[in-house]
T-cell receptor, first 109, second 113 residues
């Protein structure tokens, strides 16, 4: 069964510090992985997808099939990065996403 | 605003009752998804429709049903409500052609007393 685990419910860092939000998945096939973000009083929105290998707002995420991980990283956190982050998985065969429970990131000044 | 629209934003009802949540997808999107987010839980996939037809089903209870109409709006019907059905219900839409790119509504918060 598909499963996405985000081990940290809360993560707090200081501005300018590196940040890493962890995501592990369980899936036997070739998954597609995504990070979604929800800023305060805004809608949940797509941040980035592994297949694009892009950097959005300074964030990157690398799919590690050996460790079944897709951790989200940013070298220098900003206060505006404070938000709820969700890792999600698609089995590629369907369009539905399986989400993790989310990590609330707080970047302190 | 041509984004995903959900109504009502808030709903309070009693156990045993039935409610209908409505979703209008983004203009041009053919797929609609329903997710449930309970306290301390992540987003649980309920069901997906594509151009009026059911495309995928998740852990949706038998007391719940959904449909997508010819104008592509969707409704989620929740019946015989229980306290545990209290949750935030999200609707999302997509073109159906780009995997993983879902556009979410603001959600409908259901409280069952």
């Amino acid at each position: 069964a598909q499963r996405v685990t985000q081990p940290e419910k809360l993560l707090s860092v200081f501005k300018g510090a590196p940040v890493e939000l962890k995501c592990n998945y369980s899936y036997s096939g070739s998954p597609e992985l995504f990070w979604y973000v929800q800023y305060s009083r805004q809608r949940l929105q797509l941040l980035l997808r592994h297949i694009s290998r892009e950097s959005i707002k300074g964030f990157t995420a690398d799919l590690n099939k050996g460790e079944t991980s897709f951790h989200l990283k940013k070298p220098f956190a900003q206060e505006e990065d404070s938000a709820m982050y969700y890792c999600a998985l698609s089995d590629g065969g369907s369009e539905k996403l399986v989400f993790g429970k989310g990590t609330k990131l707080t970047v302190n000044p | 605003d041509s984004g995903v629209t959900q109504t009502p934003k808030h709903l309070i009802t009693a156990t045993g009752q039935r409610v209908t949540l409505r979703c209008s997808p983004r203009s041009g999107d053919l797929s609609v998804y329903w997710y449930q987010q309970s306290l301390d839980q992540g987003l649980q996939f309920l069901i997906q429709y594509y151009n009026g037809e059911e495309r995928a089903k998740g852990n949706i209870l038998e007391r719940f049903s959904a449909q997508q109409f010819p104008d592509l709006h969707s409704e989620l019907n929740l019946s015989s409500l229980e306290l545990g059905d209290s949750a935030l219900y999200f609707c999302a839409s997509s073109t159906g052609t780009i995997t993983g790119e879902l556009f979410f509504g603001e959600g409908s918060r259901l409280t069952v007393l």
